[in-house]
């Protein structure tokens, strides 16, 4: 049965059965997803949610990251795992094409202070919580993508599952957990209509969800035993087609998950990105000037325009998931960090112009490497005649195209500092690289 292999798998892996790859990655998803949250609580949707959760109160049990102080470690959940999906820099897998960080450690570093548990459980929860979360997104993508948006969907079984190896749950209630996260499971791409915040309560809700489903779980609370295979299950409920041999094939032998993990540079939906890197790599070489400009067409995989064809985003949160402004972004300004989309660089007249000359398309061929990998080609024509040209298979971050530690530490410590102050900023950073020798992270974190 496949939902028993899951929990045959939670219950089994510990922070000994680690590789020191997944010991490392998890150390550096965990930073590079504070980064994303510090960012995130900045934003005025974030701010929204932390002000229903003041009102609604709490024990304090576990920090929210966008204010400082804590609540119920449900409430943190639901706003740390909203804020660190806000400013789209946090990590991606790309054959399962979910971002695991935003839903999955919340909810165990909510369930890790709860419990006063230390650095060590919760790299393990953090690595057993991808692991399921991504290999449910993989059996059922990217049929289940087309409505659906993985991170709030498969998220919230990776949420349950970091948080029953926090609570150190048995087979029965780690199934009854996945049950519950399973039957609450949603996230739909509407939002993507009107550029509407929807998206971030997404892996907010996927973290409460899983959290609650554990916590139910503890005091006996009975979930679905087979919601993931089962007639009426999530996976036939979502799916077109699925396949169970993602989730349950190679589970617990050699690498994890956690190590296939894509890092964001680019402060806009992944599937920009390869456009994108190409787009600044031709600029930055060919030192192209705009009005240089005659055409730019774009050839990608169709899930990419699915979700980023838009050519008249009104907004910067749909400008991020616009291919059009991206890459003329990316011509104009040679990057596309987060202090690049603005409302300046949307209403831009260069931008703007740029956008018109963009053409977009399915290429066949990139289209069948997708996903296991995410390819664009860039071609750009110029008023002098000349024609030129870059693909990549590969966008910065992704595994065979990898960032160094010190890269995402370069990375997070603006996102933090701002907000959070350097000092506090450099003691996160610390703790993320020294995370196996913390005892109790309810007292380390510096808030």
């Known amino acids: 049965m496949v939902t028993s292999a899951l929990v045959d798998f939670i219950c089994k892996t510990g922070y000994e059965d680690l590789s020191p790859a997944a010991v490392e990655m998890a150390g550096l998803a965990i930073l590079d997803w504070f980064g994303s949250a510090a ?3 900045r934003q005025s949707p974030a701010q929204m949610i932390l002000g229903v959760v003041e009102e609604l109160g709490g024990v304090p049990e ?3 990251l966008a204010g400082g102080g804590k609540s119920s470690c449900l409430n943190a959940a639901l706003v740390n795992g909203a804020i660190s999906h806000i400013v789209e820099l946090d990590d991606v897998h790309r054959a399962s094409i979910i971002h695991p960080a935003a839903p999955v450690i919340p909810a165990a ?3 890790a202070e709860k419990e006063h548990a230390g650095g060590r459980e919760l790299m393990a929860a953090v690595v057993v919580g991808y692991e399921v979360a991504i290999r449910v997104a993989e059996a059922i993508t990217p049929s289940h993508y087309y409505y659906w948006h993985t991170t709030g969907t498969c998220g919230t079984f990776g949420a349950a599952a970091a948080a029953c190896k926090i609570f150190n749950l048995g087979p029965d209630m780690v199934a009854w957990a996945l049950g519950n996260a399973g039957t609450q499971a949603a996230g739909l791409w509407e939002f993507l209509a009107d550029g509407a915040m929807s998206k971030h309560l997404h892996p907010g809700k996927a973290a409460m969800n899983g959290l609650l489903a554990a916590l139910l779980a503890r005091r006996g609370f009975t979930g679905a035993g087979r919601i993931l295979e089962g007639e009426k299950g999530f996976c036939r409920a979502t799916a077109p087609e699925v396949n169970f041999d993602l989730i349950t094939g190679g589970l617990g032998e ?5 190590e296939e993990v894509s890092f ?3 402060s806009s939906c992944r599937h920009t990105h390869p456009a994108v890197d190409v787009a600044i790599d031709l600029t930055k070489k060919q030192e192209i000037k705009p009005e240089a400009v005659q055409w730019v067409r774009v ?3 169709k899930t990419a325009l699915d979700i980023t064809s838009n050519y008249a985003p009104d907004s910067i949160y749909a400008a991020k998931f616009s291919l059009p402004f991206c890459v003329a972004l990316a011509i104009s300004k040679g990057r596309c960090g987060l202090e690049d989309f603005s409302e300046a660089a949307l209403a831009d007249p260069v931008i703007r112009s740029l956008m018109e000359k963009v053409e977009l398309a399915v290429d066949p061929e990139l289209d069948a490497r997708h996903p296991q990998l995410w390819p664009a080609e860039v071609k750009v024509g110029l008023n002098s005649g000349q024609v030129l040209a870059g693909q990549t298979d590969s966008p910065r971050g992704d595994p065979e195209n990898p960032v160094a530690a010190k890269d ?5 410590l603006p996102l933090a500092s701002g907000p959070w102050g350097e000092n506090r900023a450099r003691r ?10 913390v005892s109790d992270l309810s007292s380390a974190l510096p808030f």
Request: aromatic letters at 8%; one cysteine or more.
């Open 39 to 41: 960012a995130g609580g």
């Open 109 to 111: 570093l909510a369930a």
């Open 428 to 437: 996160i950073m610390d703790l993320c690289r020294n995370l196996a020798a």
């Open 299 to 301: 050839g990608t995989y």
């Open 264 to 266: 964001k540079i680019h």
């Open 408 to 412: 995402l530490e370069i990375k997070y």
């Open 62 to 64: 576990a920090t929210i």
């Open 254 to 258: 050699g690498s994890f998950k956690v």
